[in-house]
C-alpha cells in the first residue's frame, strides 16, 4: 500500500503539520528533524502531492466534511444543508463517517489532503482533540460545527449548549417537575448541556439527583437503556431531558416498554429539532439548532479563510430555541 503523510508522521514522531512543512519547505523546523522526516520520506518510498493545496492556489472546488455517524439524522441534516449551502457557492462536498474514532477521523484527514480539498468541517468527535490541530497544515481552512473544544486555535461554529440546557429544564419547571433525570450523550456538547440544565434545576432551588444522571453513547439503543437506568430507581423522575432527539426516541422506547405514559406518566424533551421529532408519537418536545444558519455560515467561512488565512480565529454561537411539541405536560400528582 502507499505510504500516506500520516504514515510518514507516526514514523517519524512529529505531526502531520510539521511533514507538511517540510515537504513545503516552509516553517521554522530545526535540522534535525528535517532531516529524520525525510529520512522516513525515502525509506517509505513516500511520494507527496501537494499537501495543501489551497495554499498553493490551486483549487478544487471541493470541501471535505467529518461526521460521526450518517446513522444520526442531525449529521443527515447537516451534511444536507452543507451541501445545498456549498454548492450555491460552486464547490462539492465529500463526506466521511468516522464513528468518533481517531484512528478513522486522521485517515480521512489524511486522504482528503491527498484529494487536495479545499477546506475542512470537522462536525465529528475526537477523543484526543490536539491530534486534530497536529493533522491540519498551519493556515489550511478549517471549521469546527457544532463543536465548542477551546483548547484548539480553530474557527468553530455552535449553538449555545449551555443554554439549551438551561432552557429545556426551565421549561420542565414551569410544568410543574422537581423530579428531573437527564440521559447525556458522551461528547463536549453534551457535558455543556447538562451543565446548563443542572445551572437551571439550582437556580430554581432543586437538588440534582445524580443518579438520574446517566451519560451514554449516542443512539436509539443506548438512549433505551440510560433510559431505564434511570426510570427503573425506586423513585422514579416525573421527567426526562435527553441531550439529543435520538436518545429521545430510545428515552421514549424505554417508557413505553415499562408502560408509562407520555406525556402523562413521564415528560421527555430532546435536543436539535430533526426530523425524528416530527415523526414520532407524540410529537417530540425539543431544543432546535439552527442547522440551515450554521451551515451557512460554516461556508462562507471557509470562503474567507482561502482569501485570508492568517484571519483572527472566530467563534460564531447561535442561540437555542424550545420547540414545544406533545411530550411534554404539567406534573400530575403521584
Not at 18 to 34: L, P, Y
Not at 47 to 54: D, R, T
Not at 155 to 168: E, L, N, P
Not at 311 to 328: A, D, N, R
Request: net charge negative.
Amino acid at each position: 500500500m502507499k505510504a500516506t503523510i500520516y504514515d510518514v508522521a507516526k514514523a517519524a514522531g512529529v505531526s502531520i503539520a510539521t511533514v507538511s512543512k517540510v515537504v513545503n519547505q516552509t516553517g521554522n523546523i530545526s535540522g534535525k528533524t528535517r532531516e529524520r522526516v525525510i529520512h522516513i520520506m525515502k525509506e517509505l518510498q513516500y511520494q507527496p502531492s501537494v499537501v495543501a493545496s489551497a495554499l498553493t492556489g490551486k483549487k478544487t472546488s471541493t470541501f471535505g466534511l467529518l461526521i460521526s455517524d450518517l446513522a444520526n439524522p442531525f449529521f443527515a441534516e447537516v451534511a444536507r444543508n452543507l451541501e445545498d449551502q456549498a454548492q450555491a457557492e460552486g464547490y462539492s462536498i465529500v463526506m466521511c463517517s468516522t464513528d468518533n474514532k481517531d484512528d478513522k477521523g486522521l485517515n480521512y484527514i489524511s486522504l482528503l489532503q491527498r484529494k487536495q480539498i479545499d477546506g475542512l468541517i470537522v462536525a465529528c468527535e475526537f477523543s484526543r482533540w490536539p491530534l486534530l490541530q497536529e493533522s491540519i497544515p498551519e493556515g489550511f481552512p478549517v471549521v469546527l460545527f457544532s463543536k465548542d473544544i477551546p483548547s484548539l486555535s480553530m474557527h468553530t461554529i455552535t449553538v449555545d449548549d449551555y443554554k439549551g440546557g438551561y432552557v429545556a429544564i426551565q421549561h420542565l419547571i414551569a410544568l410543574g417537575h422537581r423530579r428531573i433525570g437527564i440521559v447525556t450523550e458522551d461528547s463536549p456538547s453534551g457535558e455543556y448541556r447538562v451543565r446548563g440544565a443542572k445551572q437551571a434545576m439550582s437556580d430554581a432551588g432543586i437538588a440534582v439527583n445524580e443518579d438520574w444522571i446517566v451519560k451514554v453513547n449516542s443512539s436509539l439503543e443506548d438512549g433505551l437503556a440510560g433510559a431505564t437506568r434511570v426510570l427503573g430507581t425506586e423513585t422514579r423522575p416525573t421527567a426526562l431531558f435527553t441531550c439529543n432527539d435520538l436518545l429521545a426516541v430510545g428515552s421514549m422506547q424505554s417508557a413505553q416498554q415499562l408502560g408509562l405514559r407520555i406525556p402523562d406518566d413521564l415528560s421527555i424533551i430532546g435536543f436539535d429539532d430533526t426530523i425524528l421529532s416530527r415523526i414520532v408519537v407524540p410529537r417530540l418536545t425539543t431544543i432546535l439548532q439552527p442547522i440551515p444558519e450554521m451551515a451557512k455560515e460554516t461556508i462562507q467561512l471557509l470562503l474567507r479563510q482561502s482569501y485570508t488565512p492568517d484571519m483572527p480565529k472566530q467563534k460564531i454561537m447561535f442561540q437555542p430555541q424550545l420547540v414545544e411539541g406533545h411530550s411534554t405536560t404539567a406534573v400530575q400528582e403521584q
